[in-house]
């Protein structure tokens, strides 16, 4: 069973870096296109970052200059750099992937905690 898999959350304080991983547990798939999420409780989701298969990268306007979107040269792997982060930037985060010959696919989230 394909499953996609988040990891790199944590808690930093503000002003401090984390970068976020995505890819699929056991065998590794091609990653089409991908977007990082993020919802905090009682909020609704956000997309935050997106790329497309051709490489196209779009952000909402919060994290513009801060987050960064990337892959690895093997298409297996999507990272989500962000720095300067602040404490509203606090909520799970969550990949979204499109993979090659199988579709869309949801990861279960990694928590970032950003303390003031």
């Known amino acids: 069973q394909v499953q996609l898999v988040e990891s790199g959350g944590g808690l930093v304080q503000a002003g401090g870096s984390l970068a976020l991983s995505c890819t699929t547990s056991?065998?590794?798939?091609?990653?089409?296109?991908a977007g990082w999420y993020r919802q905090a409780p009682g909020q609704q989701r956000e997309l935050v970052a997106q790329?497309?298969?051709?490489?196209?990268?779009e952000y909402v306007d919060s994290v513009k200059g801060r987050f960064t979107i990337a892959r690895d040269k093997a298409d297996i792997t999507v990272y989500l750099q962000m720095k300067a982060l602040k404490p509203e930037d606090t909520a799970v985060y969550l990949c979204?992937?499109?993979?090659?010959?199988?579709?869309?696919?949801w990861g279960q989230g990694t928590q970032v905690t950003v303390s003031s």
């Open positions: 979204n992937a499109e993979l090659y010959k199988l579709g869309d696919y």
């Open positions: 056991g065998r590794r798939h091609t990653i089409l296109a």
């Open positions: 790329m497309t298969s051709g490489g196209i990268t």
